[in-house]
């Protein structure tokens, strides 16, 4: 599969929705994305297979460009995103929620690793919701630790 | 053959020379081992065990020794980069909660000894599959990776793997294309404030070369340039910027000042080798695992060979 970047923009009533694919790495240009001034601005991650130290640097200038009175969601966040919300400084913009985000779950029986899309709201006091196995349906463990992969709750507006 | 070591261990952990002892055989590392303090100042090789032993031991061992020492350590990565390799002129640093530390030990012990011993195939089983590339461009990097990673079996890793790999790959060509090269004559950056929008081609004798390897515990990395120019204190220092202050990513013109930092922080191994002034190969291991949750407590080895120019 490429890893090649792609961004599809849309407009509706002042709310923008931007969706993400491939690698966001230095190439990434940002600018080209035309948009008018909005309130919202809703950015899905999910098909974001990777991210570099540059891809970093221009997200933060891409963020930081954006309105500051404007809501920054962030939705399907993959757990390398998650990652760097949680290591960079400045990846999270003040004003950012995160709506939404990938969660490794892993099920014991079924010696299985499951990336579940769960919702900051469905994690209460830093502990992962619980869910279960979509095989066995037994209750499958949270595989990170909850500290380190939930920090950037903190931060969520 | 490589030359005898002498290993001393100091550890409070049962059963641990009795294990070195034995891996170092499987290995076939030539090595005569002690155990205890007492024969530190003699031993070529200083095994520090610190998951059992008082900090003040630890610290006095290292002050003393720390060139010659290896940290077998369960203190997270952040302690070991601030703790250790900032206040310490130690090379190596050896995750305690590895699934295979022993056979790290063995190959570091051996290479401490024969710091010649390049490429991944060191630190892999006998068994593994290696596939590398020669990168001469800038442009070539993405599409070299994605090639390479069609040949990695990823199915006893979690499934994020892929992306980490893809990654720490990423940032060790850019650095080796963009940070290595230096004009033969004046030794100065040729490329390293060059946008890195700016795709580069590179001379003959600045190709870089990358190679993946697997074996049935690892996935491995590895990246190395023509120039030899990164030193301990290099890494030491950018790992401490990184490590101290989350607002690490610079603004400066080239690069964005953290890629060998979040190369370090995705690995399980992070190893240097560097042939003074003529090659630099940086590899990245990770274990082969389902569980992130291993992955990501599991302790970071460091290691800095380095070899004089023509050593070899
Ligand atoms: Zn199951």
Redesign the pocket.
């Known amino acids: 599969m490429s890893s090649k970047f792609h961004v599809t923009a849309t407009e509706k009533s002042g709310e923008a929705q931007l969706e993400f694919a491939g690698v966001i790495d230095e190439d990434v240009d940002f600018t080209q994305i035309k948009l008018p001034e909005c309130k919202v601005y809703t950015f899905n991650f999910a098909g974001v297979k990777g991210i570099n130290s540059c891809g970093i640097r221009e997200w933060v200038h891409f963020s930081e460009s954006l309105p500051a009175a404007a809501k920054l969601v962030y939705q399907n966040c993959t757990q390398i995103i998650i990652e760097q919300i949680n290591m960079v400084a400045g990846f999270f913009r003040a004003g950012s929620e995160v709506q939404n985000f990938y969660a490794p779950y892993f099920?014991?029986?079924?010696d299985?690793e499951q990336k579940v899309l769960i919702t900051a709201a469905a994690v209460q006091g830093l502990a992962a919701p619980s869910v279960n196995?979509?095989?066995?349906?037994?209750e499958?463990e949270f595989d990170a630790i909850e500290e380190q992969y939930f920090r950037f709750l903190k931060a969520n507006a | 053959m490589a030359p005898l070591n002498k290993i001393t261990i100091v550890s409070r952990t049962p059963g641990v020379r009795e294990d070195m002892v034995a891996c170092l055989e499987e290995a076939q590392v030539s090595a005569v081992v002690y155990e205890g303090e007492a024969f530190a100042a003699s031993a070529d090789i200083v095994l520090i065990d610190q998951r059992a032993l008082p900090a003040t031991q630890v610290e006095s061992l290292l002050a003393q020794h720390a060139a010659r020492c290896i940290l077998l350590t369960d203190h997270d990565d952040g302690e070991n980069i601030t703790k250790a390799l900032a206040r310490f002129p130690l090379s190596h640093i050896i995750g305690g909660n590895g699934r295979s530390w022993l056979r790290e030990f063995a190959v570091t012990a051996q290479k401490m000894a024969s710091p010649t011993l390049w490429g991944l195939a060191a630190h892999l089983s006998p068994a593994a599959v290696i596939e590398s590339r020669t990168v001469g461009s800038a442009a070539a990097i993405n599409a070299t990776i994605d090639e390479l990673l069609g040949h990695v079996d990823l199915k006893a890793s979690f499934g994020a793997a892929e992306d980490f790999l893809r990654q720490t790959a990423n940032e060790l060509l850019t650095n080796a294309v963009y940070n290595a090269p230096v004009d033969r004559t004046s030794q100065q950056p040729k490329y390293e404030q060059t946008d890195r929008k700016q795709k580069i081609i590179l001379l003959p004798s600045e190709t870089v070369e990358i190679a993946f390897g697997t074996d049935e515990d690892n996935i491995g990395i590895a990246v190395s340039d023509q120039f030899g120019r990164l030193t301990r204190e290099m890494i030491v220092r950018h790992l401490l910027k990184c490590v101290t202050n989350t607002n690490f990513i610079e603004e400066k013109r080239g690069g964005a000042g953290a890629g060998l930092y979040l190369a370090f922080y995705t690995a399980n191994q992070f190893v240097v080798n560097v042939e003074v002034g003529k090659r630099t190969e940086i590899l990245c291991l990770l274990e082969k695992t389902k569980r992130y949750r291993h992955y990501r407590t599991r302790v970071t080895s460091f290691n800095y060979f380095t070899q004089a120019k023509g050593a070899a």
């Open positions: 099920c014991e029986s079924c299985r196995c979509p095989e066995c349906k037994a499958m």
